[in-house]
């Protein structure tokens, strides 16, 4: 299938404000995928904001791009780009890396083997996730926080799973909870299924094993049957954890915990403004790069209503 790319050059105020817009869009055409990051790393302020369509950019898809920026719209350059799957492309070759008790590699990097560390390979698929993100690799790191900190997990769910790598990680760290991975995009349950093989991670319904949907947040009668949750995970993106914050409280068991990550560190104040509203307080959080992960937890009845 033909793609094409839109570029924007700008400073990484206007860039940033550019994805808030996005984020604010709720009619957004879902065919157009955006993405902001800064151009080199010696040039932290100078960023580029990145529209990938399946289609020739029509003068409407070009239009929708450019009003996502506040003020007078940057130059659009636009190119037809060769037929590659750029997500794996992306992915292939990244270095393995180390956080809380985990290493993740890709296939082509040997497993770390190393006393008290958890190895897992996760290659390069049409799924995001693979640890290398810093908003993944500050959830892993988060995760073993809250082990530490004395976290007790029975139950948990993986909303937004991708590779399918942090439900492996909470069902290292509590090995007999019952654990649920969801994700809206199909193509993920193949991945989760071969990445749970490959790493010897146990599929089924039971405590210990890891039962995976396809779900479009928390609307699946499974994740309903199966809840209340004492821990969910969501590493997906700013407005749709804005969106969720309700629902995630309310498959929340009280005193339960809530990971989110997928924001960037200027949408945390709109992200924990949501989280407040549902009954969820802050108990710690994480800045990884431009990226905030948040660990936060289901008010008792009593505070709540306090």
């Given at each position: 299938?033909?793609?094409?790319?839109?570029?924007?050059?700008?400073?990484?105020?206007?860039?940033?404000?550019?994805?808030?817009?996005?984020?604010?869009?709720?009619?957004?055409?879902?065919?157009i995928v955006i993405s902001g990051s800064e151009i080199a790393e010696d040039k932290p302020d100078d960023w580029q904001l990145e529209a990938w369509l399946p289609r020739k950019p029509s003068r409407a898809d070009k239009a929708a791009v450019l009003a996502l920026f506040p003020g007078p719209p940057p130059q659009l350059a636009i190119e037809?780009?060769?037929?590659?799957?750029?997500?794996?492309?992306?992915?292939?070759?990244?270095?393995?890396?180390?956080?809380?008790?985990?290493?993740?590699?890709?296939?082509?990097?040997?497993?770390?083997?190393?006393?008290?560390?958890?190895?897992?390979?996760?290659?390069?698929?049409?799924?995001?996730?693979?640890?290398?993100?810093?908003?993944?690799?500050?959830?892993?790191?988060?995760?073993?926080?809250?082990?530490?900190?004395?976290?007790?997990?029975?139950?948990?769910?993986?909303?937004?799973?991708?590779?399918?790598?942090?439900?492996?990680?909470?069902?290292?760290?509590?090995?007999?909870?019952?654990?649920?991975?969801?994700?809206?995009?199909?193509?993920?349950?193949?991945?989760?299924?071969?990445?749970?093989?490959?790493?010897?991670?146990?599929?089924?319904?039971?405590?210990?094993?890891?039962?995976?949907?396809?779900?479009?947040?928390?609307?699946?009668?499974?994740?309903?049957?199966?809840?209340?949750?004492?821990?969910?995970?969501?590493?997906?993106?700013?407005?749709?954890?804005?969106?969720?914050?309700?629902?995630?409280?309310?498959?929340?068991?009280?005193?339960?915990?809530?990971?989110?990550?997928?924001?960037?560190?200027?949408?945390?104040?709109?992200?924990?403004?949501?989280?407040?509203?549902?009954?969820?307080?802050?108990?710690?959080?994480?800045?990884?790069?431009?990226?905030?992960?948040?660990?936060?937890?289901?008010?008792?009845?009593?505070?709540?209503?306090?």
């Amino acid at each position: 299938m033909t793609s094409w790319k839109l570029t924007a050059l700008a400073p990484r105020p206007v860039i940033e404000a550019a994805l808030l817009a996005h984020e604010d869009a709720w009619d957004w055409d879902p065919d157009i995928v955006i993405s902001g990051s800064e151009i080199a790393e010696d040039k932290p302020d100078d960023w580029q904001l990145e529209a990938w369509l399946p289609r020739k950019p029509s003068r409407a898809d070009k239009a929708a791009v450019l009003a996502l920026f506040p003020g007078p719209p940057p130059q659009l350059a636009i190119e037809q780009l060769p037929e590659t799957d750029w997500l794996t492309a992306s992915q292939q070759g990244l270095e393995p890396i180390r956080a809380g008790a985990f290493h993740v590699h890709t296939p082509e990097h040997p497993p770390l083997a190393a006393r008290g560390v958890r190895d897992f390979c996760i290659p390069a698929s049409q799924a995001f996730g693979t640890g290398q993100h810093a908003t993944t690799a500050g959830c892993l790191a988060m995760l073993t926080h809250m082990k530490r900190q004395g976290v007790v997990v029975r139950n948990c769910a993986d909303i937004g799973t991708g590779t399918g790598l942090l439900a492996f990680a909470a069902l290292h760290l509590w090995p007999r909870a019952l654990a649920t991975a969801s994700d809206i995009d199909a193509v993920c349950v193949g991945v989760v299924q071969d990445n749970a093989a490959a790493n010897g991670v146990p599929l089924g319904a039971r405590p210990g094993e890891l039962t995976m949907l396809v779900a479009d947040g928390m609307e699946h009668p499974l994740l309903t049957v199966r809840g209340p949750y004492d821990l969910i995970i969501a590493n997906i993106l700013a407005g749709p954890l804005i969106g969720l914050a309700p629902d995630f409280a309310r498959h929340m068991v009280p005193g339960g915990h809530l990971l989110l990550a997928g924001l960037l560190e200027t949408q945390e104040a709109q992200v924990r403004r949501a989280a407040r509203r549902a009954g969820l307080r802050l108990a710690a959080r994480l800045v990884n790069g431009d990226w905030s992960i948040l660990w936060l937890r289901k008010r008792s009845g009593a505070l709540a209503r306090a």
